[in-house]
C-alpha cells in the first residue's frame, strides 16, 4: 500500500521528509499509481520511484483497455476512437495510462494512438 509524504518540523529550521502513514484508498483501477510509477498529479499523496506528468494521446481505433500488457489479459473496457488516452509509461508496443481525466487506468496498443 502506498504511503503518504509530510514534511514535518522537529526543531525549528530543521525539515524532515517522513512517511506519515496510508494513504486513501481509491477504487482500483481507477487510479493512475502503480508501485513504480504515478501521474504528477499523485506527487505528496503516494510515495513511489517515479511520477510523470502524461503524455496526451488520442485513440485512433477502437481497441480494449487492458490490464496487462498482452493481448491474452483482462480487457477493463472498450476505446472509442477520438476519446483521449493520457499516457504515463511506454514499454516496447504497449503504453500505460489512464482514459481520460478520471477513467480507469490499463495498457493498450501504442499503435492504436496518436500524440496530440
Not at 477493463?76 to 514499454?91: E, M, T, W
Not at 504497449?94 to 494512438?113: F, H, I, K, M, T
Request: net charge negative; with cysteine.
Amino acid at each position: 500500500m502506498p504511503l503518504e509524504l509530510s514534511l514535518q518540523s522537529p526543531d525549528a529550521g530543521d525539515r524532515l521528509l517522513m512517511l506519515s502513514g496510508p494513504s486513501i484508498a481509491a477504487k482500483p483501477g481507477h487510479l493512475p499509481v502503480r508501485g513504480d510509477l504515478a501521474h504528477i498529479k499523485l506527487a505528496g499523496r503516494y510515495f513511489v520511484p517515479h511520477y510523470a506528468v502524461p503524455m496526451p494521446h488520442e485513440i485512433t481505433d477502437p481497441m480494449m483497455l487492458r490490464a496487462a500488457a498482452r493481448l491474452s489479459s483482462d480487457e477493463i473496457c472498450p476505446l472509442s476512437p477520438g476519446a483521449r488516452f493520457d499516457v504515463l509509461d511506454i514499454a516496447g508496443a504497449w503504453a500505460w495510462g489512464q482514459y481520460g481525466d478520471e477513467g480507469p487506468v490499463g495498457y493498450v496498443l501504442l499503435s492504436n494512438l496518436r500524440a496530440l
